[in-house]
């Protein structure tokens, strides 16, 4: 049964500091992982998508990598600003069409 | 293009009392997915559509039904509302093993 981890739960950082989110799963054969932003009572938003054959995807100031190997992706945002804080979810799709959710990394960038 | 649509946006029932989420896309996609999110528990699926005519339970359907009326629409029932059930209560959309789209979400609460 496929598990996502996400770590840390929280995080704080100044201003225009580079940072790492990192989620973990257990099941290796995913066919895809995708990362997703959600601001405090709104939907989920996604970020990038990265298929089972890619090693990673970039939008802008987003970089997300995926390790099936070490069952672990990570988002890397550059130079954070304000308007990055929210909360960032990963989810693993494993076959049978569905997708398994992390809990989540609750960002705020201080200004 | 809308999206995902969901209705409505909020509500408020008396414990034993039936209603219906909405939910429909306008973006020819096979899969639909109804999730509910709790703070701490992540997103957790309760059933989905992997195609039109077809229904499968996620990992928490107790409580609900579901209808995939058309490829556009997928609607989550519940027949007689319990306090556990209040949440957050996303829709969404993908192609197969593609990217996937939320809907705004529908904010539940049982008395």
């Known amino acids: 049964k496929q598990e996502v981890t996400q770590i840390p739960a929280a995080l704080s950082v100044p201003e225009g500091e580079n940072l790492v989110l990192n989620c973990s799963f257990t099941?290796?054969?995913?066919?895809?992982l995708q990362w997703f932003r959600q601001d405090p009572g709104k939907g989920l938003t996604s970020l990038l998508l990265?298929?089972?054959?890619?090693r990673e995807q970039t939008s802008g100031r987003l970089n997300a990598s995926l390790d099936k190997s070490s069952g672990r992706s990570t988002l890397y945002i550059a130079a954070s600003q304000p308007g990055d804080s929210a909360t960032y979810l990963c989810?693993?799709?494993?076959?049978?069409?569905?997708?398994?959710f992390g809990t989540g990394t609750r960002l705020k960038v201080l200004a | 293009n809308a999206g995902v649509t969901q209705t409505p946006k909020f509500q408020v029932l008396k414990t034993g009392q039936s209603m219906t989420l909405q939910c429909a896309q306008d973006?020819?996609?096979?899969?639909m997915y109804w999730y509910r999110q709790d703070p701490g528990m992540g997103l957790r699926l309760i059933y989905y559509?992997?195609?039109?005519?077809?229904?499968d339970k996620g990992e928490v359907p107790n409580g609900y039904n579901v209808s995939r009326l058309n490829k556009r629409e997928f609607s989550l029932r519940l027949e007689s509302a319990a306090p556990s059930q209040t949440s957050v209560y996303f829709c969404?959309?993908?192609?197969?093993?593609?990217?996937?789209?939320f809907g705004p979400g529908t904010r539940l609460l049982v008395l």
């Open positions: 989810a693993g799709f494993s076959g049978t069409y569905k997708y398994i």
């Open positions: 099941d290796s054969a995913i066919y895809n």
């Open positions: 990265i298929q089972s054959s890619q």
């Open positions: 973006m020819n996609h096979n899969s």
């Open positions: 559509s992997a195609s039109e005519g077809t229904t």
């Open positions: 969404a959309s993908a192609s197969t093993r593609e990217t996937q789209y």
